[in-house]
């Protein structure tokens, strides 16, 4: 139990495990503790904290009431991890989806990342080949005229997206979804070149697909207030709990986040240990210290978002961060970060 939950947080499965320790096998002493227990736990407020999140994970699920939008075929651009992994998702919850790379080496590993996942997931091995067949690699791009949504997911340079739009825009049905999965570029500057701004919207996806609820949002003015009523509701159909923000930097995780991780780095700098730092957040309640969620995430990655968020969020960014980058330290995906 405690390799999942410190009990300075989570006292309910602490308090069950003594129940049974002290009372099990005394009928009307266990009556007695489960009364005693159960009621100060309900009241707790580790419970209340709980009660307060599922009424507010309830609110942003009814946000998706406002339209009945069906999407059956989804084209994800880029089969890097996120890419990849946003396909994997939306195949697992029935959709058929064609992933497209200018490399098809990308386009193995996602798959094969897919196959793992579909394994764990599904378990039946005739669910798992139904689920693989329906997850079409797709170099050309040829998915695009074919699709309900199509979900950019390249890296972070505007040029490049735009110029991608460009490619996009002219081919995709008129009823289509056009999303990026930018975490950090505003929308009207990556729908500057296109002939409708209005249709690019922003479906902000979270590492780790499969296992993060929440999928922001973002909208930039001149929106429909269908299309955004639209993307809510393949948000919510594909189980996600859909964040709506205004195209602003940092959207609202990162706005949050980047401040918390670069403050993580300064310590650091300053000479305090990661494992000190992680144990400190973990112990106020953090899932993951933000050191190895850095690493995690990709130094790579909060390099670039910190760099781009620094002037409007007024936070230098940490000279150790570039260098750890500039020496190919990029975290978990190379091996080496502030952790090894």
């Known amino acids: 139990m405690a390799r999942h939950a410190r009990p300075e947080h989570y006292p309910a499965p602490y308090a069950l495990i003594d129940h049974w320790r002290k009372h099990a096998g005394h009928a009307a002493r266990m009556y007695a503790s489960e009364a005693r227990e159960v009621s100060t736990l309900l009241t707790g407020e580790t419970a209340q904290n709980l009660i307060r999140v599922f009424l507010l ?197 990162n706005r949050v986040l980047m401040p918390y991780l670069l403050e993580a780095v300064t310590l650091l700098e300053e000479g305090v240990s990661a494992t000190e730092i992680d144990e400190a957040a973990l112990r106020f309640g953090m899932p993951m210290g933000p050191v190895e969620l850095a690493d995690t995430v990709g130094l790579d990655i909060c390099l670039s978002v910190a760099e781009k968020l620094s002037e409007t969020l007024h936070n230098p960014v940490p000279e150790s961060l570039r260098r750890q980058v500039e020496a190919g330290h990029l975290g978990k995906k190379s091996g080496q970060g502030y952790y090894t």
Request: net charge positive.
């Open 57 to 253: 994970q309830d609110r942003l699920k009814g946000l998706a009431e406002k339209s009945d939008f069906t999407a059956r075929h989804v084209h994800v651009i880029g089969g890097g991890v996120m890419g990849g992994d946003i396909a994997a998702w939306c195949v697992l919850k029935g959709l058929v989806v064609t992933l497209q790379d200018r490399a098809p080496e990308h386009l193995g590993r996602a798959v094969s990342r897919a196959h793992k996942l579909f394994r764990k997931k599904l378990r039946d091995r005739y669910q798992v080949q139904n689920a693989m067949d329906r997850l079409i690699a797709d170099h050309l791009g040829t998915g695009i005229k074919k699709a309900d949504v199509i979900i950019e997911a390249i890296y972070e340079d505007v040029k490049a997206k735009q110029n991608l739009y460009r490619q996009v825009e002219p081919v995709m049905k008129a009823s289509a979804l056009l999303a990026s999965n930018t975490s950090s570029i505003p929308l009207e500057k990556l729908a500057e070149h296109l002939q409708q701004p209005e249709r690019l919207i922003g479906l902000h996806f979270f590492n780790p697909v499969a296992k993060m609820p929440l999928v922001e949002i973002v909208t930039q003015a001149g929106n429909p207030p269908q299309l955004i009523a639209d993307a809510t509701r393949f948000a919510k159909g594909i189980g996600k709990l859909p964040l709506p923000v205004k195209s602003h930097p940092g959207f609202l995780v």
